[in-house]
């Protein structure tokens, strides 16, 4: 469990600092966005693949609008969280209300250790990027001050890349 916890907390302490790293290493300072809504390029190389580049929003943070089994759910993509965390506010939205018996993780977070219920949400949506069965975490509200895209979706994608200080999402 201490290994989890360790874990847990380095991915925290990286999805704080990557993007700090990330926007100073950016040859040219990315231009304000009005919206951190991603933008759909065209096709990419192979002929089923969907893309999705994601720019950087005025904190240096790549947020996302996604369908999480049908509903709207806003999103900062966290390559350093091993999974998706949901806030119980947001989880209680899309239909998910853990009992205090299910708060069984303890993940490390900006603000202490806290304990987490893990879950599965059945389809998660980003733009025409679409994954099935993947694994989140619900945390209570004061504990996460946005909800994680993590690589529990990240990692079942062809790949993700940071480059040109923008993030893109290929499937």
Avoid: C, W
């Amino acid at each position: 469990m201490r290994s989890v916890v360790t874990f847990a907390a380095l991915a925290l302490a990286a999805s704080v600092l990557v993007p700090r790293y990330a926007s100073h290493m950016a040859a040219a300072p990315a231009p304000l966005a009005l919206s951190a809504r991603p933008q759909v390029p065209a096709t990419g190389s192979a002929a089923n693949s969907r893309s999705l580049v994601v720019p950087r929003d005025a904190r240096g943070h790549f947020e996302v609008e996604a369908r999480v089994e049908g509903r709207h759910v806003n999103f900062m993509v966290d390559t350093g969280a091993s999974v998706i965390a949901l806030t119980a506010s947001d989880a209680g939205r899309l239909g998910i209300h853990p009992a205090p018996r299910e708060f069984v993780t303890e993940v490390r977070t900006a603000n202490g250790t806290v304990r987490a219920a893990p879950t599965r949400l059945d389809r998660v949506e980003v733009g025409d990027l679409v994954v099935r069965d993947v694994a989140a975490l619900v945390l209570p509200d004061e504990a996460l001050s946005d909800n994680l895209l993590g690589l529990s979706f990240l990692s079942r994608l062809r790949r993700f890349e940071y480059s040109d200080g923008k993030l893109v999402l290929e499937q």
